[in-house]
């Protein structure tokens, strides 16, 4: 629990550093930056490389791929019932679609799983949600943001998005033998990524939006939280079949907060940057009870 302690202490810094001015204001966007360029390759660059297949890892990388394409169906169709802004949309679907299974997905399955579960969820995030955000989140922003961009433009972003190409790199390592201190380096900037994470989410979180947002927030939780965690339920264990810890663990993916790295990309595309802060924010704390009655009703798959 160490770790979650450390991501909640982080994130209120964030808070109590804006709150007294400690920060200048470009302090959000530089270390979002670093993550994106740093942080997140280095990330992938280590847990790619140590995957190993097993008979569950279809099911497993699908399910940030499912839940991402019921995140784009949903709020698309919302979007046009509620005459949402199209910014609104794209950081609804990013924020709705993506979850949390890294830094906040590994503690929490360690906690309710033991260490057993932690190969599954490596899988779930470098080949669901990490890959997913690469390909169909960086797509989504390209479209949904003020530039609209044509699908050459949206495929250099994609080519040239440096998470993707770590990605990509890590892959093709795979059968490389890393050296230690590369493999020390890798770990040492990848684990900048939770508490930089959290401070930047600190530093841009104005909790009077929440009045504001109230609505959409509401229905973006929901869906997040509840409802898209359900579908993937329904999907794999009445109609599939499916069962073991293996899965257990997936459906306790599919139903973590969303993902930080997400609500970074939707406000570098100015999408809607306060809703997606909150949806992050808030969803947090939420997922602490919400993840309980996951792992309660899990527990006879």
């Known amino acids: 629990m160490t770790n979650l302690l450390l991501l909640i202490l982080c994130f209120i810094a964030g808070i109590l550093l804006r709150r007294f ?76 679609g993506l979850g949390n299974t890294s830094f906040f997905g590994l503690p929490m399955v360690e906690a309710f799983y033991g260490q057993a579960g932690i190969s599954t969820a490596i899988i779930a995030d470098q080949l669901g949600s990490f890959f997913a955000l690469s390909i169909l989140g960086i797509t989504v922003a390209g479209v949904y943001s003020s530039g609209r961009p044509n699908v050459r433009t949206l495929l ?23 050296a230690d201190w590369f493999t020390t380096i890798l770990k040492r900037l990848g684990d ?3 508490p930089l994470a959290l401070l930047s989410v600190g530093l841009q979180l104005r909790l009077g939006h929440i009045a504001e947002h109230k609505r959409n927030l509401a229905i973006g939780l929901g869906f997040k939280l509840i409802l898209a965690p359900l579908v993937i339920f329904l999907l794999y264990v009445p109609l599939l079949g499916a069962q073991g810890q293996a899965v257990q663990v997936t459906l ?13 990309v939707a406000s570098e595309h100015d999408l809607d940057p306060p809703l997606a802060n909150l949806m992050v924010a808030v969803g947090l704390v939420l997922s602490f009870f919400t993840l309980t009655g996951w792992w309660w009703l899990l527990r006879g798959v």
């Open 21 to 96: 001015n400690r920060m200048p204001d470009n302090a959000p966007a530089t270390l979002n930056s670093f993550i994106i360029h740093v942080s997140l390759p280095a990330l992938s660059l280590l847990y790619i490389h140590n995957l190993r297949l097993s008979g569950d890892i279809v099911l497993t990388g699908l399910m940030a791929w499912i839940l991402f394409g019921l995140s784009a169906g949903f709020f698309i169709l919302l979007g046009r019932k509620l005459n949402l802004p199209r910014n609104t949309v794209g950081a609804l679907i990013l924020v709705g």
């Open 156 to 178: 250099k972003r994609i080519a040239l998005f440096p998470p993707f190409i770590s990605l990509i790199v890590a892959l093709l390592l795979i059968p490389v033998d890393y």
């Open 192 to 194: 900048t990524l939770a």
């Open 252 to 264: 306790f993916e599919a139903a973590m907060p969303s993902m930080i790295t997400a609500a970074i």
